[in-house]
């Protein structure tokens, strides 16, 4: 008789020991899933934002090219419509930057502020000297990027 209590309280416990494992290994697993989807937003959030601000770079630098050329008036507007579309593109990317990753919200902000500054050039030299400090804090933001990515 005690046999078979011995028996049966030994498969109760296997089974509450074996219940209890699964029980975490699903938690951990759940841990892990939910740590690989954050990593992969944070990195969609830092790819697409450098990606949007460079179209963004791109249509200013155009624009603003073409109004220091006195290009035709068409031009000129199509190139204004563009660099409006894509500032407006620019929002949602920074915005899940800054969300997702706080470290890289002032190298985010001033790698955006340093392509809108593009706007109003006197000249083409300056143009091109506030071109080349757009890319410099797009650099800075990626060398920023990699580091918080990478922790």
Excluded: C
Excluded at 20 to 34: E, G, N, V
Excluded at 93 to 110: C, E, I, Y
Excluded at 115 to 138: F, G, I, K, P, V
Excluded at 143 to 149: G, P, S
Aim: hydrophobic share 50%.
């Amino acid at each position: 008789m005690w046999q078979t209590v011995i028996a049966v309280v030994g498969t109760l416990a296997g089974s509450l020991v074996t219940a209890l494992l699964q029980r975490r290994a699903l938690r951990l697993q759940a841990d892990i899933t939910r740590q690989d989807k954050a990593t992969a937003d944070r990195l969609t959030a830092v790819t697409t934002f450098a990606a949007v601000l460079a179209d963004h770079r791109r249509a200013m630098w155009l624009r603003e090219h073409l109004r220091l050329n006195a290009a035709p008036g068409q031009q000129t507007a199509e190139a204004r419509t563009a660099s409006h579309a894509t500032r407006s593109a620019l929002t949602a990317p920074h915005l899940a930057v800054s969300l997702l990753l706080p470290t890289l919200q002032a190298p985010a902000g001033r790698a955006v502020e340093a392509t809108y500054s593009l706007r109003n050039a006197a000249h083409l030299d300056q143009l091109t000297t506030l071109r080349a400090e757009a890319l410099t804090a797009m650099d800075a933001f990626t060398d920023a990027a990699r580091t918080a990515l990478s922790a």
